[in-house]
């Protein structure tokens, strides 16, 4: 698609499309500038040769007829010019018909009749594409038409491997006529390069052997054997003999070739001697939970029923928290990529490389809480990335329409070509210039070579130059113009109107020949801004991810697809190849739908206050899920199968039992839907019928042309072209791009075609009554999408994988500070809350299809861990309440009790220490960790919670305002800032009320002797346990500790206040037994 540099901007509902160009003052080109003369036949654009010039079928007049229409007039017509009716004279390239003259010089005998096919996969999508295009303006063609009779009467050549046997006679030949596709309205009835008949017939001679015409024989599968037999021997003398009798076999490429052959991957199990031990503990600790509860249960104290009962239920509640945790860690695994077998089967030498396209999205709104700066360095880390350049495609969606976003990326369009043959000439790692640059690199003792110093420094001051530049937009991008932003051409920018603009697309990279200061090519870059109007709903991120999937597809239609934030850039050059170990593997790839790299971050403190790292889930919990159907989508740094993301199922040969409802397990279905079975019974039949003449053609297909996939040709055959617009839209173009799943472009869409059609996908109504975000694409109704669609995508038979190659693939900044991090947490919560109210919760949803019971006790934990909010604010008030009454959870303990409480609390601390040796965690981020679950369960957890439910059962949306108390310079000086926010509350109230009772608990035994001292200590113990869990907490609401924050100091008087007063009514310095009356004897009359 070529745009001539220049931004597109236009609304499909509007029918409003506009080319800004950048270079003359003010001047705005229709879209007839691109797309060339017009056929005055069809309609249809005036193809370009091979040379580039447009293709002219008149040498008199030169009346403009595009190729297609010239070969029917020819073929069909009476063979002259519409206009001047001068004879049509055979252009090179075109079929030969009877009257043409001999003509000198080399003939192309292939294409004078029409020999070759074209790949099955480009026939259907191209059929339906031309359909769509030129429907209406020409002959309706059935496959009745062009019968047997009809094409052995017609003159077809007899070849015999291209060439036609003159020693065999026409009467004697076996034809074999292609299948035909399903009817359609069409311009040209007969076959040209375009059409949907891929091949003409082909003459057979019967008596010679079927091997001389490329189908199999006897003989041939002999050799065949005897030549795998062969190599088999060369590859045992190669393992287990060395290279001593490799000279006998004169083949030196024979190790590389069995390397070539080999799995691009292998699974590395975690030792028996470290698993085993593990799962032991797990049974025993199981098994000890129920001795603790049947404990429990039995001996209720009964001077405080309230707080017993309390505690139990709490208890149970960590308890079933912990088994939905725990059983999905049950086989956990690691995978080891081989990129030099990867280099070996895909990228021979002397030949253009095999590896698939890869589009990569970028996603970013505001552009002043999304420093553009760190969005310039996540798209330069993509362009420089260790990958064919042809082959990568970087797309950045502005969904702010942020004209500051834009004129960044002009900016860093111009860096990269400088950048880009600096990174690849020297193999730097990490190729983003900020992080790459922050490294020391001592020139001395690394003894580093000249050349590369000198052209350092040059990169180096070109990138602090580039950085001035971009603070310079920022600068400038904070006071917005009355009349609104200008371009530099003096015209409009369109997206003045954040919430009504319409939709934008430039291509900075990767066209008109734009090249680094080295000559190469770069990869496309391609800025896309969607569609807004009023009244429409857009859906956030996942609206925004769609639009980018739709726009590819039109734009480039790689096969695979990775999506990374705005501020995570790719610190593994080599991480797309990674992932193309797994995905182009020949043996598994087909069914993984995407490959799931750790997040990693940079900037964080070195004692990482609150957990940011979150090392736990991403070294433990995420390859335990590895080893059941993969990992979740956590929202970046993943590379998906674009096919998957089409809401297809995953390749079976065994189908899974047929769903009765999309939604509800197998019991349900059988309630609701017992009565409706008679009627469905009827329907049933009609269905079976009509899949019965569908698939007439598609058994036709299978028989004679052996490359046809089955999966394939059920998808293109049995969906008609409405099911395919409602699944996915009325874009022709975009539903001819889904049927490639090996990718590529439609042959038959023109340059302006795809510009409308680029513009049209990306409009605000395209996904009205479609199935975008229910079963396609990224799914609706939750802010974390992420679980939404990976959920989606595991129920429908796909399998994830887990990569965590040694150098990290990707790095990204985390919120260090703690209300921006309670924020993070308290949206991922607020998603979780909203898919267990959704018809997509797991505990209901996707029953009798591709997900494992594990997998599904996984994703059950990711949507429920918010309830644990309640329980776990209980159970951490239950000590101050117990400091304060004199009253325990617990009643006087047995050595029976006391030997089940040191069991469990073993079993705890010895699954925590084989889960770190396993998953290579340190007790520091184990530790951090387990804090920050109590300080998040007590406020962000809580908070989601009722938000949710507010949003789901009311209806309404509430937001919790930050704001900054204080700043400071200085390393992780955002570490220490402190902003009040409405989360703070929860957290801090249990803080304060747990020392309180501390104090009060302390100053009650004093006060009371030697005796009280020995019940104080459990009920010390578990207020301290909460304090121990709440210090980080308490930490970053102190700042730097030169002063407390005043909204803390009258925070604590007032509870200090209220607890004193109720300690007080309580009065525990009075006796705590009843006075007990006795009778004195004495008689007072």
């Known amino acids: 698609m070529d745009t001539k540099g220049r931004l597109i901007a236009g609304s499909h509902n509007r029918n409003e499309f506009v080319l800004i160009n950048a270079d003359d003052t003010a001047r705005v080109n229709a879209v007839t500038e691109l797309s060339g003369q017009i056929c005055q036949i069809c309609g249809d654009e005036v193809e370009v040769t091979i040379n580039g010039d447009p293709f002219v079928a008149c040498n008199e007049c030169a009346f403009p007829v595009c190729k297609p229409c010239y070969e029917y007039e020819r073929r069909e017509g009476n063979q002259v010019c519409p206009q001047c009716k001068t004879r049509y004279n055979r252009i090179k390239g075109c079929p030969r018909v009877e009257g043409d003259e001999e003509e000198d010089g080399v003939d192309d005998l292939e294409n004078e009749f029409d020999i070759g096919s074209h790949p099955h996969h480009h026939h259907i999508a191209e059929t339906m594409l031309s359909s769509r295009l030129n429907g209406g303006l020409g002959i309706s063609t059935t496959p009745s038409e062009f019968d047997a009779a009809s094409v052995a009467g017609s003159e077809i050549p007899l070849l015999t491997y291209g060439q036609e046997d003159v020693g065999i006679s026409a009467d004697k030949h076996a034809l074999i006529i292609p299948p035909f596709m399903p009817r359609g309205k069409r311009v040209h009835p007969m076959p040209f390069p375009d059409s949907s008949v891929p091949v003409q017939a082909r003459a057979m001679d019967p008596k010679k052997d079927l091997a001389v015409y490329g189908y199999g024989s006897v003989a041939w599968k002999e050799r065949m054997e005897d030549w795998k037999k062969k190599q088999c021997e060369k590859l045992q003398v190669v393992k287990h003999e060395g290279c001593k009798d490799l000279d006998e076999f004169d083949d030196p490429e024979l190790p590389k070739m069995d390397e070539g052959r080999q799995p691009l991957w292998r699974k590395l199990p975690i030792s028996s001697s470290r698993i085993n031990p593990y799962r032991i503990i797990i049974v025993l600790r199981i098994a000890i939970l129920c001795l603790f509860f049947h404990y429990r249960i039995l001996h209720p104290v009964n001077d405080a029923y309230a707080l017993w009962l309390t505690s139990v239920i709490c208890e149970i509640w960590f308890a079933a928290s912990w088994i939905l945790d725990q059983f999905p860690k049950w086989c956990p695994i690691e995978r080891e990529t081989y990129l030099d077998r990867l280099s070996l089967r895909y990228e021979k030498e002397g030949k253009p490389s095999e590896l698939a396209c890869v589009d990569v999205f970028v996603s970013t709104v505001d552009p002043m809480k999304e420093p553009p700066l760190i969005t310039a360095n996540t798209v330069l880390s993509i362009l420089a990335v260790d990958y064919p350049v042809e082959k990568v495609a970087c797309y950045v969606s502005d969904d702010g329409a942020a004209m500051l976003t834009f004129e960044a990326l002009s900016e860093t369009s111009e860096f990269a070509r400088k950048w880009v043959p600096f990174c690849k000439k020297f193999s730097i790692e990490p190729r983003a210039p900020e992080w790459y640059f922050a490294q020391k690199v001592d020139y001395l003792k690394d003894k580093v070579d000249a050349a590369f110093i000198r052209e350092r420094r040059a990169i180096k001051r070109e990138y602090e130059e580039f950085k001035v530049r971009i603070n310079a937009l920022v600068a400038t991008a904070q006071k917005v113009p009355e009349d609104g932003w200008t371009m530099q051409d003096g015209t409009l920018w369109p997206g003045n109107n954040v919430r009504d603009h319409p939709g934008m697309i430039q291509v900075f990279l990767g066209q008109n020949g734009v090249r680094d200061i080295e000559g190469n090519e770069l990869p496309r870059l391609v800025y896309v801004s969607r569609e807004k109007r009023p009244g429409y709903e857009h859906h956030k991120k996942a609206g925004a991810m ?64 609150y957990s940011n790292r979150n090392v736990v889930f991403f070294d433990i919990n995420m390859k335990g899920l590895d080893g059941i159907q993969g990992p979740i989508y956590v929202g970046t740094g993943c590379v998906f199968r674009r096919h998957a993301l089409y809401g297809y199922d995953a390749p079976s040969s065994k189908k899974p039992p047929r769903r009765t409802c999309n939604c509800w397990p197998k019991w349900c279905c059988c309630l609701c839907c017992g009565s409706q079975k008679k009627k469905n019974k009827g329907k049933s039949s009609m269905k079976m019928l009509k899949n019965k003449d569908d698939t007439k053609h598609m058994h036709t297909l299978e028989n004679i042309e052996e490359g046809i996939e089955g999966v394939e040709s059920e998808k293109s055959l049995l969906m008609s072209q ?364």
């Open 546 to 609: 769609n639009a980018l999937v739709r726009v590819s597809a039109i734009i480039s239609n790689a096969p695979y697809l990775l999506n990374v934030d705005c501020d995570h850039y790719i610190n593994n050059s080599k991480a797309l190849r990674e992932a193309m170990c797994f995905m182009m593997d020949p043996t598994s790839g087909k069914k993984i739908c995407y490959v799931q790299f750790p997040q990693r971050f940079d900037g964080i403190d070195r004692h990482d206050r």
């Open 722 to 1085: 409405l099911k395919f617009e409602k699944k996915f839209g009325q874009s022709a173009v975009f539903i001819a791009a889904t049927l490639m799943e090996d990718g590529g472009l439609p042959k038959a869409a023109s340059s302006a075609t795809l510009l409308k059609e680029a513009i049209h996908v990306i409009s605000c109504g395209y996904e009205d009554k479609t199935e975008w975000g229910k079963e396609v694409g990224w799914i609706y109704g939750s802010v974390t999408e992420d679980i939404l669609t990976g959920f989606k995508m595991h129920c429908h038979g796909w399998r994830s994988v887990y990569c965590m190659p040694k150098r990290p693939a990707f790095k990204g900044s985390a919120p260090i500070n703690l209300s921006d991090r309670l924020h993070q947490v308290l949206r991922w919560a607020l998603g979780s809350v909203e898919i267990l109210f959704s018809r997509h919760c797991p505990l209901w949803y996707g029953y009798g299809c591709g997900l494992k019971w594990l997998e599904r006790f996984s994703y059950i934990n990711s949507v429920v861990y918010p309830l644990t909010s309640i329980p776990l604010i209980a159970y951490c008030t239950l000590p101050a309440v117990c400091l304060l009454t004199g009253k325990f959870i617990v009643p006087e303990i047995s050595n029976y009790a006391s030997i089940i409480f040191m069991a469990l609390f073993i079993s705890i601390a010895a699954t925590s220490i084989l889960e770190m040796q396993w998953g290579g965690v340190g007790i520091h981020d184990w530790w951090r960790n387990e804090q920050f679950w109590v300080i998040g369960g007590a406020s962000s957890h809580l908070f989601a919670l009722f938000q949710g439910l507010l949003k789901v059962l009311a209806g309404v949306n509430t937001n919790f305002t930050v704001t900054s108390k204080a700043a400071d310079d200085g390393e992780f000086a955002e570490l220490y800032i402190f902003k009040w926010t409405s989360l703070l509350i929860p957290p801090l109230t249990l803080l304060i009320i747990n020392i309180i009772g501390v104090i009060v608990g302390v100053s009650d035994a004093i006060n009371n002797g030697y005796d009280s001292w020995g019940p104080l200590f459990g009920k010390l113990f578990f207020a301290l346990w909460v304090i121990v869990h709440l210090y980080p907490f308490l930490k970053g609401v102190m700042g730097k500790q030169e002063g407390v924050p005043t909204i803390i100091l009258v925070w604590a008087i007032l509870l200090a206040s209220i607890l004193t007063l109720l300690w007080v009514r309580i009065n525990p310095f009075l006796a705590k037994n009843d006075i007990v009356l006795e009778l004195c004897g004495l008689k007072c009359d």
